[in-house]
């Protein structure tokens, strides 16, 4: 099975490219790799964040944590979706 683990989180107003190498940063630092990741980032300083992992859906996976408060402007949300293949 595949899982896709989300995670966003909107930056102090000015500091998305802050909060964007912060996320990049902490994605080489996770314990194990997922299968894959992509990086995006919208208006409003939001980034977002999706990996990949071959794991049981209830699976304990490593996840971005949460920045510093100085860096985001509110907690981060995160979502676990189970992967139905490609079109």
Same mark, same amino acid.
């Given at each position: ?27 080489? /630092? ?35 944590? /949460? ?21």
């Amino acid at each position: 099975m595949t899982v896709a683990l989300m995670w966003e989180a909107r930056a102090v107003p000015g500091r998305g490219a802050d909060l964007l190498a912060w996320a990049q940063e902490h994605l080489r /630092e996770l314990p194990g790799q997922p299968l894959r990741h992509e990086t995006f980032r919208a208006p409003q300083d939001r980034v977002l964040v999706i990996t990949w992992w071959d794991a049981p859906y209830d699976a304990d996976l490593p996840e971005l944590p /949460e920045p510093d408060g100085e860096l985001i402007t509110r907690a981060v949300h995160r979502w676990r979706f189970e992967s139905l293949g490609t079109g």
